[in-house]
């Protein structure tokens, strides 16, 4: 409940005419769906990652702070204030982006499905993704899934995906990525303290087991370079090639929801080009992780030649657990 106490705190605190109301001055009329709440937590969290709010650190578990157990949490409430009083216009400087997030859980399903792909044909991959954020998913063949439905990679990753998997296993396969290429209108650049910052303030700071995917991710990132550029889906897909001898995989996961009609228009034709210039040699897989209009998200693949689209599993937004399809 810290983010859940804190915020009604901050509702009072702004109708009172406190701290709140300065740094949330002019963007009290923003839109629902913006999510101003997550921006402004997002920019305190920041400050206490950023050694800026100490006070407010302690009560942080991801800088190490203990969580009050007192109902309503009066002392972090103390130090949220004084986080807002004494660095407004930083925190204001948050209000003005959308929140950037990359959860790295969603791994867990573009992983499984690029398993289906390199069962189908063992080649080399060419990873693309759009909407790809800070890029870090593009190296989640570097991540690890132990568990019961099957395992995957080294458990001595950086990214453990505890439980990731439930169901049928996706068949064992070996993959291997010689490419990735990622594009974002917003990109995060996780190998900079700011975007390593960035990232992690959008977590909510009692979320142990996120922050803890998230900080092995950027490790990862660190070592295994990406090609991540600031650009919309269009052109990410217009610069796309299928080549001879390895598997070209556009991949996106929890990004459909952001386009409008005209953009996811450009996707499905890109997508659909793509898929007719596909041959045994050069084949193109598009894999996603979306929400699904039935509720919950779905892994779903298509592959070309042929277009065979299906339906691998589910799970919920971030990822985790996967629950792969049970065979008929
Ligand atoms: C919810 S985030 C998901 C990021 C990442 N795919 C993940 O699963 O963690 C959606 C991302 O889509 C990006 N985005 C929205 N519209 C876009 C567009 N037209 N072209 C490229 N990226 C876009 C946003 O900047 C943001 O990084």
Request: net charge neutral; proline share 8%; glycine share 12%.
């Amino acid at each position: 409940m810290l983010y859940g106490d804190l915020l009604l705190h901050t509702a009072d605190d702004l109708s009172a005419g406190g701290p709140t109301a300065q740094v949330l001055d002019g963007y009290l009329d923003d839109r629902l769906a913006t999510g101003l709440a997550l921006r402004l937590l997002g920019g305190v969290h920041a400050q206490a990652l950023s050694g800026g709010a100490p006070a407010l650190a302690a009560f942080y578990p991801s800088t190490g702070g203990i969580p009050e157990q007192a109902p309503g949490s009066p002392q972090t409430w103390a130090a949220f204030r004084q986080a807002l009083a004494e660095h407004r216009a930083d925190i204001r400087s948050w209000l003005g982006h959308p929140p950037q997030t990359n959860e790295v859980g969603r791994a867990a399903a573009l992983l499984g499905g690029l398993r289906h792909v390199a069962a189908e044909t063992s080649l080399p991959v060419r990873l693309v993704e759009v909407g790809a954020s800070a890029g870090l998913n593009l190296r989640a063949d570097c991540y690890c899934v132990p568990g019961p439905a099957g395992r995957y990679g080294d458990p001595r990753s950086p990214v453990v995906l505890a439980d990731g998997w439930q169901g049928d296993a996706p068949p064992e396969s070996r993959i291997e990525v010689i490419e990735r290429v990622g594009g974002d209108i917003a990109p995060v650049d996780p190998l900079t303290k700011d975007g390593g910052v960035r990232l992690t303030a959008y977590v909510w700071p009692d979320q142990l087991d996120r922050l803890e995917r998230l900080r092995g991710a950027l490790r990862i990132a660190a070592q295994v370079p990406a090609d991540l550029r600031a650009e919309p889906a269009s052109a990410t897909l217009a610069r796309m090639t299928l080549r001879q001898g390895t598997w070209t995989v556009l991949w996106h996961s929890i990004f459909r929801q952001y386009l409008n009609d005209v953009q996811r228009a450009e996707l499905a034709t890109g997508v659909a080009e793509l898929g007719a210039a596909a041959t045994p040699q050069a084949p193109f897989a598009y894999l996603h992780f979306e929400q699904s209009r039935a509720g919950g998200c779905r892994v779903t693949l298509t592959t070309w030649p042929g277009g065979w689209r299906r339906v691998l599993g589910s799970a919920p937004a971030h990822g985790l657990p996967v629950r792969w399809r049970v065979a008929d």
